[in-house]
């Protein structure tokens, strides 16, 4: 079957505009994760969704950062007024069950450039 | 704060020679550990986890808390291990932190 999908692959954003990000996890996937990847990190943790439910959005780095997933499936991920540090690979990753200690299969990344 | 440190960011072996990838953790709980790998123009996946206790495609590691350390071994590297290893914690049974990553390079 198919696995997370993410678009776009890659956006290129003046600083300022507002972007969405898509992430399409394995169906029947409860948990979803967001991940923000700097050039030459790791992955780090921005939010969880399980099902609906946004239970953590501890990692995300300021207001500017919204994500969504009202049917529980497709999720979103907006930045508003984009800045220059916001530029970074962003990770979508989902699981099986509810708990964060299962397997997380992660997508390909959208690469985001801001200018 | 709960720390994972890949002190290496570049690693380059010998096809045929051991490999070690470094990984120590701080973490005053009970830790989860995993070791997640991304080939080249492929996605992250999930390589092997401490709970688990196996051997995936060669690799074993082994949680030492005395040392807070879970490195990645190997004993005869192969051209297609070639690739980006990132060593992760989960703590609280919530949170799971990544270390900066460590790319492997085996050479012919």
Redesign the interface.
């Known amino acids: 079957g198919a ?2 999908s993410q678009s776009p692959r890659y956006k290129v954003a003046k600083r300022g505009q507002d972007v969405a990000l898509r992430c399409d996890p394995i169906s029947g996937h409860v948990s979803l ?1 967001w991940y923000q990847q700097a050039l ?6 921005l939010t969880y969704f399980q099902n609906e439910a946004q239970l ?1 959005k501890s990692g995300l780095p300021s207001d500017r950062f919204f994500a969504e997933r009202p049917e529980g499936s497709v999720s979103t991920l907006k930045i508003q007024r984009t800045q220059q540090e916001d530029s970074a690979v962003y ?1 979508c ?1 989902s699981s099986l069950g509810g ?3 299962e ?7 959208t690469r985001l450039l801001v200018l | 704060a709960q720390r994972v440190t890949q002190p290496e960011k570049l690693l380059s072996v010998f096809k045929g020679a051991p490999v070690e990838l470094k990984c120590n953790y701080s973490y005053s709980g009970s830790p989860e550990l995993f070791w997640y790998v991304q080939y080249s123009r492929q996605r992250l996946q999930l390589l092997l986890r401490h709970i688990s206790r196996e051997s995936i495609k060669g690799f074993t590691a082994d949680l030492n808390k005395g040392e807070t350390s879970f490195h990645l071994k190997k004993p005869f590297a192969q051209e297609e291990d070639s690739a980006m290893y990132y060593c992760a914690l989960l703590y609280n049974n919530n949170d799971m932190r990544f270390g900066a990553g460590t790319r492997l390079t085996v050479k012919p």
């Open positions: 696995g997370v994760f030459g990190q790791g992955p780090e943790f953590d990770l990753a708990t964060r200690k397997t997380q299969y992660f997508g390909p990344g």
